[in-house]
């Protein structure tokens, strides 16, 4: 079930968003969190004030205690702060508060002392509706500290298949997917797990559908790698996109792990669809 954004520009006082179902389960974000702990360290390490928000974090704080813990291995007087919109959830979830991790209610104005260098939000855009998506990656994008990251993702139930955007100041940066081999017969399979912004765009004629049939070809063509293992074969498949002339960031040290990242010029909606002010394809 799909909302609209009632306040998505907001009302003195109150909340920006709506309430979601807010399902989630432990180590569900395992992925993106061994990215932001990993290629995107530096942007923790680099930050005058290593402020890390968790924004919608559902039901359970189960995985804003998980990406506290992860990222204070990385920069241990990192603040995390969840931020719920339901009532109930954030007063559970106080009960669980200590130094450096916080839950606050909320939405996506992100009341929180000071900006933040990343703010993770999961499963959350993709319960509006498309005609949100801009305003929203808008004000979140506002509230980032220079050289901040906003990540707008969605995955599954158990976190075997997940994709995310990643969006800097001046707009989107990236596209990643993350998958648990095993857990897909074609590399498109994770479509059905598209953030919102590309969801529906998976249709032919849209760069999103030509990157997946891209990836598909690819993974069917490294067939032969399959007997020395499906890390090997996802690796062949990302350097075949690459020497294809996609724009693949990172190297064999993340294909490895299942991951694909490549540059949301790559992707991008046509003109006019889900990019904030000032972003320019």
């Known amino acids: 079930m799909v909302q609209k954004a009632e306040r998505v520009t ?4 109150k909340p920006v968003g709506n309430i979601t179902r807010g399902t989630t389960n432990p180590n569900r ?7 932001l702990a990993g290629p995107q360290a530096w942007r923790l390490r680099a930050a005058v004030d290593p402020l890390v928000v ?3 974090y559902g039901a359970s704080p189960a995985t804003a205690v998980e990406l506290f813990e992860r990222l204070r291995a990385v920069r241990p007087d990192v603040r995390v702060c969840g931020i719920e919109i339901e009532p109930e959830r954030v007063r559970l979830a106080k009960e669980l508060e200590r130094p450096g991790l916080s839950f606050h209610l909320g939405g996506f104005e992100l009341p929180v002392p000071g900006k933040p260098v990343l703010v993770r939000a999961f ?8 005609d949100d998506v801009a305003a929203i990656w808008d004000l979140v994008c506002s509230r980032l500290a220079p050289g901040g990251l906003f990540i707008d993702g969605t995955c599954d139930e158990i976190g075997r298949r ?28 994770i479509a059905e797990r598209l953030p919102k912004a590309l969801i529906h765009r998976n249709i032919p004629g849209e760069r999103i559908h030509a990157l997946l049939q891209a990836m598909d070809q690819a993974w069917l063509a490294a067939a032969p790698m399959a007997s020395f293992g499906k890390r090997q074969r996802w690796t062949a ?19 490895r792990l299942g991951e694909l990242t490549v540059d949301w010029m790559a992707v991008a909606p046509p003109s ?4 904030p002010r000032g972003y320019q394809p």
């Open 272 to 275: 006019g669809g889900y990019q």
């Open 123 to 130: 499963n959350v855009l993709r319960q509006y509706e498309e």
């Open 162 to 189: 997940v994709s995310w955007v990643a969006l800097g100041a001046g707009g989107p940066l990236s596209l990643s997917f993350s998958v648990r081999f095993g857990s897909f017969e074609l590399p498109s399979d």
């Open 29 to 35: 974000m395992r992925r993106l969190d061994r990215w």
């Open 237 to 255: 498949m990302c350097l075949a996109l690459r020497e294809a002339g996609w724009p693949v960031q990172d190297g064999p040290a993340r294909w």
């Open 10 to 13: 907001g009302r003195h006082g």
């Open 54 to 56: 968790d924004l919608g």
